[in-house]
């Protein structure tokens, strides 16, 4: 890690209508350094990211590039200033080959021009050491590959600091080592990273220095050695963690004797191998596994979303049939699906339309939902779950991640559902967010709602969960509660259940 200031931003202004979305932030990047940049859904990390690209223009401060000063307009400007973003979502053509997504746009280079453009890509992935091939299509490509591929494009387009917001939340661990391996590599080649994740031990595992928002200010900056894991949370949420403390005891929630609300033998779906479930009232449980495992094939199977192809359903104990989702909205069902831009926000509608959406579609829309009940349902809801927005009117698709997915809770919660299904709530979201929704899940029990919760973080499932299905390869093997459900058991389970007999 050197210490050549290579970027610096001073007292950076953003003001949008009604919120001051960054109040005099600073931050500085040094060469050949990875840099952290932390904080909630909503503290002005992609709003910093925003104006340093060139998407929105900055109402106060200055930037310096290698000491200079630099007027960034657009993202064009960023890019031709050394700048360059590798987003969550892939933003190259999956059609096109891997040299040709590393060349688009640069057709007038001497590269493409000769036709020598995928000697020119091979050469650039065997340096950076990527698993590709300059002939192959990026859509065979995994998805650490493929931004793989846009990192190295960037490299090529000679990019001094390397933004990367959100790389490995799809990946799984040997693909985010060797992510993180590349990194390491450009690191060592002088280039600035500015890395954006939510993932706390990724944090420790690969940056030099950690920067913390929080509410559009700057909180500090630190060194990452020197600061504790507890300590960056604390200054994250903005208060100490005794309420995260006593999420960690086992959930005091007693279910054995309650009535069993939805029971499902040998269902399947066009995605999902046969299998039983059942959950009680008031109990949280949750399916768990590797990535892959069907967990969320098998909630879809039961919430109607993927077509039903075997099985049998009862509510109560009494007989149903659910093969799609309004049917099983009908039977008291809500369901908050694992990707949330794709199958949950309408990002044109505003939070008001967002939230009332579920409840006009079981009313049927001949009997629309009037606009002074919407807005009175848009305003609780926003104060209940305190979601972050500039007023009931603005468009989700502006609303930070962890208030979008705030926003499709209030829909789901609007309908008082018997029975809440929800697939990875809190990815991609902040510790507090997390911390909220935990907390919301267990009130909902109390108040006697069954919900079924599925996460990648085992520790957070263990915190949340009074029973486990576990499953590999879309088969359950095995069930947890008790004194069993611990990290430890749940890996065992994971790496050598045996499958129970379900075809």
């Given at each position: 890690m050197?210490?050549?200031?290579?970027?610096?931003?001073?007292?950076?202004?953003?003001?949008?209508?009604?919120?001051?979305a960054l109040g005099g932030v600073d931050f500085t990047l040094r060469e050949g350094e990875i840099h952290a940049l932390m904080g909630e859904n909503g503290a002005g990390k992609s709003t910093l990211i925003k104006?340093?690209?060139?998407?929105?223009?900055?109402?106060?401060?200055?930037?310096?590039?290698?000491?200079?000063?630099?007027?960034?307009?657009?993202?064009?400007?960023?890019?031709?200033?050394?700048i360059s973003t590798v987003y969550q979502e892939i933003t190259l053509c999956p059609n096109l080959t891997v040299a040709e997504n590393m060349f688009i746009g640069r057709e007038d280079s001497a590269?493409?021009?000769?036709?020598?453009?995928?000697?020119?890509?091979?050469?650039?992935?065997?340096?950076?050491?990527?698993?590709?091939?300059?002939?192959?299509?990026?859509?065979?490509c995994s998805l650490a590959v493929q931004q793989m591929v846009a990192i190295a494009r960037a490299v090529d387009m000679k990019c001094k600091v390397l933004i990367l917001d959100e790389p490995t939340s799809s990946l799984d661990d040997k693909e985010v080592n060797m992510l993180f391996d590349l990194m390491r590599s450009l690191k060592s080649q002088g280039v600035g990273i500015i890395f954006v994740t939510h993932?706390?031990?990724?944090?420790?595992?690969?940056s030099d220095r950690i920067t913390v928002l929080r509410n559009g200010e700057l909180v500090g900056e630190y060194?990452?050695?020197?600061?504790?894991?507890?300590?960056?949370?604390?200054?994250?949420?903005?208060?100490?963690?005794?309420?995260?403390?006593s999420l960690r005891e086992e959930p005091d929630i007693v279910v054995e004797e309650k009535e069993v609300f939805y029971n499902a033998k040998g269902l399947s779906s066009s995605a999902a191998l046969p299998f039983d479930f059942s959950i009680r009232k008031g109990e949280v449980n949750g399916f768990t596994g590797l990535l892959g495992s069907g967990r969320s094939e098998s909630v879809r199977a039961i919430f109607g979303a993927d077509k039903v192809t075997g099985g049998s359903v009862s509510i109560k104990g009494k007989p149903v049939k659910i093969t799609r989702p309004v049917e099983a909205m009908k039977n008291g069902i809500g369901y908050l699906a694992e990707d949330r831009k794709r199958d949950g926000i309408?990002?044109?509608?505003?939070?008001?339309?967002?939230?009332?959406?579920?409840?006009?579609?079981m009313n049927g829309f001949f009997k629309p939902i009037s606009r002074s009940e919407s807005e009175a349902f848009a305003d609780e809801y926003i104060k209940v779950l305190n979601i972050k927005t500039a007023s009931r009117e603005t468009p989700i698709g502006s609303l930070s991640g962890g208030n979008q997915q705030k926003v499709i809770l209030a829909r789901w919660l609007l309908t008082h559902p018997d029975y809440l299904i929800l697939d990875e709530p809190t990815?991609?979201?902040?510790?507090?967010?997390?911390?909220e929704i935990q907390k919301l899940v267990l009130k909902l029990a109390e108040e006697g709602v069954s919900v079924t919760f599925i996460s990648s973080e085992v520790e957070e499932m263990l915190r949340t969960c009074s029973r486990l299905i576990v499953m590999r390869d879309r088969h359950v093997v095995g069930e947890l509660k008790g004194s069993d459900l611990n990290q430890e058991q749940v890996m065992k389970t994971i790496a050598g259940g045996e499958a129970k007999d379900e075809e």
């Open positions: 050197q210490d050549k200031v290579l970027l610096q931003m001073r007292q950076i202004e953003k003001r949008f209508p009604g919120v001051r104006v340093l690209t060139g998407v929105y223009q900055m109402d106060g401060g200055e930037i310096k590039l290698d000491g200079e000063l630099i007027t960034i307009r657009s993202p064009q400007d960023a890019q031709n200033s050394g590269w493409v021009r000769h036709k020598d453009y995928e000697k020119r890509a091979d050469e650039i992935l065997g340096k950076l050491g990527i698993p590709a091939r300059s002939r192959q299509q990026l859509g065979d993932f706390l031990e990724q944090v420790y595992e690969v060194l990452t050695e020197e600061l504790p894991q507890v300590e960056l949370v604390a200054k994250m949420i903005g208060k100490e963690l005794d309420e995260l403390s309408i990002a044109d509608l505003s939070v008001r339309e967002n939230i009332i959406l579920a409840l006009q579609v990815r991609g979201i902040d510790v507090g967010t997390k911390l």
